[in-house]
């Protein structure tokens, strides 16, 4: 008889592995439903990782701008000073409204220019919001085209004052066919408005929209349910690259519109040149930041670096904590997953100690019967998989949280769960597979390997 061809002996070896599945049904029946269960319940946890990860690292831009040259600064008000602008009086106990304005509008642009003048700096600006500030997401609006305001698409919404250098200063560019970022930054009419190529893209099909007109669109709320109503119209001045309100924003759609004029809870923005190493810029003027920095009653308390001051921003917010305590649950469920599954193989292999010690005295070498038990495990697992991921996708498909975009990450009326739901499904469930397939393999692994190196005659003997 000569000998097989490769296809045949594949044939022979599923053949060998489906009919040992089926023998051992009974058993593999309590597997394959604890891989079910497991799946089933390792897809919510794996989809937040995912989500949260996909959202932060792997959006393209990821808030895209350069940030190693960018420095924050705060105002306070010196102590003495503090105690006239609470007084209830004016004249010679306190300070009037105007007086009060005039001192803090000219102390902060007093501060602001002293910063730049010095060599280190290439640009300052007066700002209300910059970018990364409000990380739990609290300026999301929705924007339609003027003529369609069904079209929503909701935004992350960023202030900025004009005539202060904004856009150059946070480091956005705008795209080709738009007003330069100078331009931008100048006085704009009242009802303008700056957008990210990306929403232009997702409302008007094109990034070329300036001069087009734009709707804020707003959710009202009534006794006899919930509608959508126009807030105001707005004239689209320009266009800069994408770019994320926040690094956990999925969607890098943003708007800048500005508030009326500069205020006393303005912040400074910097912009130091190429050269300068913005961690040692901020170590040289800590220690005398409060004496060398103030005019009128204001005084420069804060200063540091943007990415500093981000990573600040994560910890007074809980968000690193949060990340912590979702940690914590994933990590116990994890080794709860791999001690029962452990457990479980182990018995189970060392119950065909028998059949191994057959299959090694007609000859089968140990690396066949390792592999083979591994085989089995693996199409065990993809089926019980599958299993477990229909049993999810019930919850998926039925669950108004996930159609409605209240997910980590998502901008609202824009989901991936809306527009993308296959390929995250089946994104999820692929990663959900190869975690479990992991777990089963090493399960497998250590005991088979131990029994397989046995000796024919040792592995048949009575325990």
């Known amino acids: 008889m000569g000998e097989m061809s490769e296809g045949q002996r594949g044939s022979m070896i599923m053949r060998l592995i489906l009919k040992n599945l089926w023998a051992h049904r009974k058993q593999n029946g309590w597997i394959f439903a604890e ?24 959006c393209i831009p990821a808030g895209d701008f350069e940030k190693d040259h960018l420095c924050v600064a705060q105002f306070g ?24 304005w005039e001192h803090h509008m000219g102390g902060m642009y007093a501060i602001k220019q002293k910063l730049q003048d010095m060599p280190e700096v290439q640009s300052v600006c ?10 739990r997401l609290y300026d999301w609006r929705r924007y339609a085209p003027a003529d369609d305001t069904l079209k929503m698409v909701s935004a992350s919404c960023k202030f900025y004052y004009q005539n202060e250098h904004f856009f150059e200063t946070q480091g956005l560019q705008a795209i080709e066919g738009s007003p330069a970022t100078e331009v931008l930054s100048r006085e704009l009419p009242q009802d303008a408005i700056i957008i990210t190529r990306s929403l232009a893209t997702m409302l008007f099909g094109t990034d070329q929209v300036v001069g087009k007109r734009i709707a804020m669109v707003d959710q009202m709320y009534s006794p006899d349910g919930n509608y959508y109503q126009v807030g105001r119209y ?31 809870e303005s912040k400074l923005l910097l912009r130091l040149k190429p050269d300068v190493d913005a961690e040692e810029f901020v170590k040289k003027l800590t220690p005398t930041l409060t004496q060398e920095f103030h ?12 990415n500093h001051h981000f990573e600040r921003q994560k910890e007074n917010n809980g968000l690193a904590l949060i990340a912590q305590l979702a940690t914590v649950p994933l990590v116990l469920f994890a080794i709860i ?24 005295a007609f000859g089968a070498s140990t690396r066949r019967i390792f592999f083979t038990l591994l085989a089995e495990g693996a199409i065990l697992t993809a089926l019980a998989s599958l299993l477990g991921d ?9 669950w108004p949280l996930l159609s409605e975009g209240n997910i980590k990450g998502t901008s609202g009326m824009e989901t991936d769960w809306v527009t993308q739901f296959w390929p995250h499904f089946l994104i999820v469930s692929f990663i959900v597979f190869l975690l479990i397939l992991l777990v089963v393999s090493i399960a497998i692994a250590l005991p088979a390997w131990k029994i397989c190196r046995m000796s024919p005659v040792e592995a048949l003997r009575d325990e």
Do not use: C
Not at 77 to 96: C, H, M, P, Q
Not at 243 to 263: D, H, L, M, W
Not at 390 to 398: D, E
């Open 234 to 264: 707005h004239t689209i001045a320009g266009v800069v690259e994408d770019v994320k309100g926040a690094p956990s924003e999925r969607y890098p759609y943003t708007v800048f519109i500005t508030p009326s004029t500069p205020n006393n």
């Open 390 to 398: 229909i049993i999810w996708f019930q919850f998926l498909a039925s």
């Open 35 to 58: 891989i079910a269960i497991i799946t089933a319940l390792s897809w919510f946890m794996v989809d937040y990782l995912v989500v949260n990860n996909y959202s932060t690292y792997f």
């Open 295 to 306: 005019a009128g009653i204001n005084v420069l308390t804060y200063l540091d670096t943007f």
């Open 126 to 135: 007066l700002t209300y919001q910059y970018l990364y500030e409000d990380l």
């Open 337 to 360: 997953v791999i001690l029962g599954t452990l457990g479980t193989y182990w018995l189970q292999i060392r119950k065909r100690k028998e059949d191994i010690g057959i299959m090694r």
């Open 77 to 100: 008000v010196l102590r003495g000073e503090e105690e006239k602008t609470n007084a209830e009086g004016f004249g010679e106990e306190g300070y009037s409204e105007e007086e009060l």
